[in-house]
């Protein structure tokens, strides 16, 4: 199994987003935060279909630090139920991996 994950969050606003993925990259929690400023999501919440205009990130880090990752969006965003999902990186540019690898402490 690969060491590296990423991990996909959906923030409530452009600038908490920016915030917590600059917080985890200056901790060296993460290597990396790619911000996708604007999607649509459609949802159940409250017993009924909601949507709301949200803000994608894509945190790149290893698996050991997931549990740190998490608990720190946990702290610092406004949502109530985040979204945070580890996914495995199966295969990769072998220097970007390397990369990830030095950056993260």
Known sequence: ????????????????????????????????????????????????IQSAAEVKVFLKTKIQRFEELRNIILEKCSYEVPEILALPVVAGNKSYLEWIDKSVR
């Not at 200056?26 to 649509?40: H, L, T």
Request: include cysteine.
């Open 1 to 48: 199994m690969s060491d590296f994950i990423v991990v996909l969050w959906t923030s409530g606003s452009l600038e908490e987003a920016r915030a917590i993925a600059s917080y985890l990259v200056e901790s060296q929690v993460i290597a990396c935060a790619s911000i996708i400023p604007q999607v649509e999501s459609i949802f159940h919440w409250e017993g009924k």
